[in-house]
């Protein structure tokens, strides 16, 4: 918190008199001392999606290692939790769409309806199994259709927990001989802490566990909801970025009635808020380069100068290389799994001066950034 008091109060944000001192920095622990450019900023940083999810099924252990020896600087798992209360990385709750919990008659009595932020969703969900349980299952591919080829790896991954992730990138770690990072996500903040399950203190332990909670440690905690992001700043000594959608709300603040919208939040005013709890903004990329009314790609916005004017660092996501996700205008044919012309659409997203992105290939963002930089 001192280190952002410092930052706000240098841009004049703060009632406060004078620029504060950063807290000083402790000695990096695996999975590493993340380098600092000459700004004090991280350097860009190349995020593997779900690990390398446009060539593995999301979330497993072969995706965030594929995703780090193509390149990326950090791998994403995305937490939930189990009943005995294990923190594991699925994209969501439900875990239908994702494993092959469907074709498991022992567990069909499973099959439910929840309310997930305030809209029905049906199916299986990870917070009705044990990590036993859990383990019994194999991940399949989230989009078969558009990634086809992922679907021959279907039934072969287990659902990592979050510790063996850990362990992933410190074993890549020394492989590579360089830190691969973990840019983690909570996900539903809401949602679990309702029933009792809340993910955040179970976080904030592994990394103390860890010795991953100190300023240099290669690690981002990320959240699409606010409360709980004000709350880790207490706990946590990481940076914390702030996920922005291109509509709707955190579902926090529908929840507790708070009317203000993801809109609100990309204001100055509300910049300047998330500035004192955050150090990140993960704004959907139509926030950062907007599409004209036919889908093709438009111009960009003012978000990247905004936010970086109260010293936030600005990683839009996501990034992927079918048709199906492309600007109409780069895409290269009718076919929607096919791949487009995906360079273009970096090229123009790294003029902004973002500082990171979120990619589903790795090894397309690295040789796009490598091109950029020259």
């Known amino acids: 918190m001192r280190r952002k008091l410092a930052l706000l109060a240098l841009c004049g944000l703060t009632g406060l008199g004078g620029a504060l001192a950063p807290a000083s920095a402790e000695p990096g622990t695996e999975p590493g001392a993340e380098p600092k450019d000459a700004r004090g900023k991280d350097e860009f940083v190349i995020v593997g999606h779900r690990g390398a999810s446009g060539y593995r099924p999301e979330h497993t252990l072969a995706s965030y290692e594929l995703a780090a020896r193509m390149g990326a600087d950090y791998i994403e798992p995305d937490l939930v939790t189990t009943s005995d209360g294990v923190l594991v990385t699925r994209h969501e709750p439900e875990i239908g769409g ?18 997930v932020d305030g809209e029905p969703v049906t199916g299986w ?32 991954f287990e659902i990592p927990t979050f510790q063996e992730v850990v362990d992933l990138s410190r074993r890549l770690s020394r492989e590579l001989g360089r830190p691969i990072g973990l840019y983690i ?17 179970k976080l904030v332990e592994a990394l103390d566990r860890n010795g991953l909670n100190h300023p240099r440690a290669k690690v981002y905690v990320q959240s699409f909801e606010v409360t709980n992001l004000k709350q880790l700043d207490d706990r946590l000594r990481v940076p914390l970025v702030q996920l922005v959608d291109a509509s709707g709300a955190p579902y926090d603040f529908v929840h507790s009635g708070d009317p203000r919208t993801y809109d609100d939040l990309l204001t100055p005013e509300g910049l300047a808020e998330v500035a004192t709890y955050a150090e990140g903004l993960g704004p959907a990329k139509d926030l950062v380069v907007a599409r004209d009314e036919d889908g093709s790609l438009g111009e960009p916005t003012s978000l990247v100068a905004d ?10 996501w996501t990034f992927r290389a079918e048709n199906e996700f492309l600007p109409t205008d780069l895409r290269s044919s009718d076919d929607p ?35 950029h930089q020259g």
Not at 189 to 196: H, K
Not at 355 to 369: K, L, N, Y
């Open 125 to 156: 969900f990870a917070e009705d199994f044990t990590l036993a349980e859990l383990k019994t299952l194999r991940a399949v591919e989230r989009i078969p259709d558009l990634r086809p080829n992922n679907t021959v790896y279907d039934g072969r």
């Open 337 to 371: 799994a096919a791949w487009g012309r995906i360079f273009e659409e970096y090229e123009a997203f790294l003029a902004t001066g973002i500082d990171g992105v979120f990619a589903d290939h790795p090894d397309i963002a690295v040789e796009a950034v490598r091109s």
């Open 307 to 316: 936010a970086h004017r109260v010293g936030l660092d600005v990683h839009p």
């Open 98 to 115: 994702t494993t092959d919990v469907s074709r498991r008659p022992e567990f069909a009595d499973r099959k439910t309806t929840k309310l």
């Open 185 to 201: 996500e909570t996900k539903h903040p809401t949602y679990f802490a309702e029933q009792g399950l809340a993910l955040e203190p």
